[in-house]
């Protein structure tokens, strides 16, 4: 019973930014648990390396775009439908930070970071519908999994005002879609503390040990933190799941 919950045999799964970091993480572990992973990423090169490195032990394809745009998003939807005719797996993950001080925190800063992280989140969700939709099953809803960040869960200790707002919205945007898209459909959130990626590279080598101290676990976040959660949300044993926003960030985020 317990493999049957957590099986995700010959699905299919769509991953925004799954070139590095968080992204990565979950499209391997994916790609491991025997589905059909689809890696996006606005750097080509990158994308393209990760898909045929993955492809060693399961199936893994690029397909690079940019998902900041409307024309991105519908553009990566129309390339995944020449290879599948439904999407039972979306991983909104593509994303961006900035910081700097307030009085520096320019509109070109602001727009960027909004654009990847909520609207492209938004339109392309919005576009894969179709093949969600068909994905869906009574027993089985497809499944949105957004990624944010226990930044959009409390005030973070840097000036990334854009990039904390933006997660915010994200955990928001969970939850009224979770409403609209039931019950053919689940939206869940996944709200990371520090975990190893580029994105983080610069605050661990600063603030590591601080950070390591303060969390009641006592570490940062492994790949398979993500793994683990990343499969439960896209397996049968989450069917009943929908509209939350579980944070995996050992404990951080309810320090006071």
């Not at 990565?24 to 996006?40: F, T």
């Not at 809803?141 to 933006?166: E, K, Q």
Request: net charge negative.
């Amino acid at each position: 019973m317990t493999d049957e919950l957590f099986d995700l045999e010959g699905r299919t799964a769509l991953v925004t930014g799954g070139s590095r970091g968080i992204g990565l993480m979950v499209a391997e572990a994916y790609v491991r648990r025997g589905v059909r992973v689809y890696v996006s990423s606005r750097k080509e090169d990158a994308c393209r390396e990760v898909a045929e490195r993955l492809s060693s032990f399961g199936s893994c394809v690029a397909l690079p775009a940019d998902v900041s745009t409307d024309d991105g998003c519908r553009s990566v939807v129309s390339d995944l439908s020449t290879h599948e005719s439904t999407l039972d797996i979306l991983v909104n993950n593509a994303g961006a930070t900035w910081g700097a001080p307030l009085e520096e925190h320019d509109e070109q800063a602001w727009e960027r970071v909004m654009a990847l992280n909520v609207k492209g989140l938004f339109h392309l969700t919005r576009h894969a519908l179709p093949m969600l939709r068909s994905a869906a099953t009574p027993d089985h809803p497809a499944r949105v999994i957004n990624i944010g960040s226990i930044d959009g869960l409390r005030v973070p200790a840097t000036p990334t005002y854009a990039y904390s707002a933006s997660k915010a919205a994200v955990h928001q945007l969970t939850r009224h879609l979770a409403v609209e898209l039931a019950p053919a459909i689940t939206v869940n959130a996944i709200a990371p503390g520090p975990f190893e990626s580029k994105m983080m590279a610069a605050t661990l080598r600063e603030h590591g040990d601080a950070i390591v101290a303060m969390a009641p676990m006592q570490r940062i976040g492994r790949p398979e933190d993500i793994a683990g959660l990343a499969i439960f949300l896209a397996s049968r044993g989450a069917s009943y799941l929908t509209g939350t926003v579980l944070p995996v960030d050992g404990g951080i985020s309810i320090r006071p």
